[in-house]
């Protein structure tokens, strides 16, 4: 099977996904934030709040700021403080956003094992 039909078997079940009880409904920038937030988490480089604003790529400041605060109120994201400093607030994904991953993943490996 060719990778863009494999691909397309893949959008196929992530669309079957969304607005399920594990895909909260997102539009493509909180999606997108979501995803980045998760991705520096995973690579032990949290990201700041202040962090975030500055994603140029994915938003403008004012479009982020309400997206985070859509993230939290879909349970996706939280706000963590380290160590003593209480000034600084890190983003880090919730077990609701580690299972919304998750569910991904596992349509990716569908999607995978039907091209075989």
């Excluded at 863009?4 to 996904?17: D, G, S």
């Excluded at 994603?55 to 985070?68: C, D, E, F, V, Y």
């Excluded at 706000?79 to 994904?93: H, Q, S």
């Amino acid at each position: 099977m060719k990778t863009k039909q494999i691909y397309m078997r893949f959008l196929n079940l992530l669309h079957a996904l969304e607005g399920g009880e594990h895909a909260p409904s997102m539009d493509l920038d909180a999606k997108k934030l979501l995803e980045f937030i998760a991705m520096r988490h995973e690579q032990q480089k949290p990201l700041t709040v202040t962090d975030a604003m500055a994603l140029a790529t994915i938003a403008s400041p004012a479009t982020i700021h309400r997206k985070l605060d859509q993230l939290r109120e879909l349970g996706m994201i939280d706000t963590v403080f380290e160590g003593k400093n209480r000034r600084t607030k890190y983003l880090v994904p919730t077990q609701a956003a580690h299972d919304y991953f998750e569910h991904i993943g596992q349509a990716m490996q569908e999607a995978m094992a039907q091209a075989h």
